[in-house]
């Protein structure tokens, strides 16, 4: 059975930085493009950045341009998020999400989520 | 950035109804759109994707349409665990977008 699992949630104060991790079973990760997603408590969802199966290839919402990093290791079949200069609105449960086929955007899988909260 | 947006916000169902929710792009996307049912406290799941194909193991009552900018997904009929938040995201370009999302509540 296919589980994606994130960790590295948790509060930090506006500035401060974060690591989020996404690791996977049963599902080889580094065939995939995979995304991380967020939801802001109460609100919709987020598509903040992607990473091609090999990591050559990257993009990020503007949200997240500049301040977070997309990484991954295939040999630990897991995949990063780099949060910077955190700020209050970046205050969300963080998703890890991947597809079961080369529709690299289709979200056939998904972590459980991770929850970041920043605040003083 | 491709605009989603979902109509109704909200709305309220008995056990039974059909149940249809819209949505909408600001430009064509081609057949290049999902839908997802997320519980509380849950992550979304993935119930059609490419605009008509179902998920394995979602029932049939689910089903979805459309193309270029007009999309819709409908539940034949509504059963207890299908009250939930239902999202639409587009594929087709970068950013992915997300709708706002449709709160299918009980009546």
């Known amino acids: 059975q296919v589980q994606l699992v994130e960790s590295g949630g948790g509060w930090v104060r506006p500035g401060g930085s974060l690591r989020l991790s996404c690791t996977a079973s049963?599902?080889?990760?580094?065939?995939?493009?995979m995304s991380w997603i967020r939801q802001a408590p109460g609100k919709g969802l987020e598509w903040l950045a992607y990473i091609s199966s090999g990591g050559s290839a990257r993009d990020y919402a503007d949200s997240a341009r500049g301040r977070f990093t997309i990484s991954r290791d295939n040999a630990k079949n897991s995949v990063y998020l780099q949060m910077n200069s955190l700020r209050a609105e970046d205050t969300a449960v963080y998703y890890c999400?991947?597809?079961?086929?080369?529709?690299?955007?289709?979200?056939?899988?998904w972590g459980q989520g991770v929850l970041v909260t920043v605040s003083s | 950035d491709i605009q989603l947006t979902q109509s109704p916000s909200s709305l309220s169902a008995s056990v039974g109804d059909r149940v249809t929710i819209t949505c909408r792009a600001n430009q064509s996307i081609n057949h290049y759109l999902n839908w997802y049912q997320q519980h509380p406290g849950k992550a979304p799941k993935l119930l059609i994707y490419r605009a008509s194909s179902l998920q394995g193991g979602v029932p049939p009552r689910f089903s979805g349409s459309g193309s270029g900018t007009d999309f819709t997904l409908t539940v034949s009929s509504l059963q207890p665990e299908d009250f939930a938040i239902y999202y639409c995201q587009e594929s087709y370009t970068f950013p992915v977008t997300f709708g706002q999302g449709t709160k299918v509540e009980i009546k």
């Open positions: 049963a599902f080889r990760l580094s065939d995939k493009y």
């Open positions: 999400a991947g597809p079961d086929s080369n529709a690299w955007f289709t979200f056939d899988y």
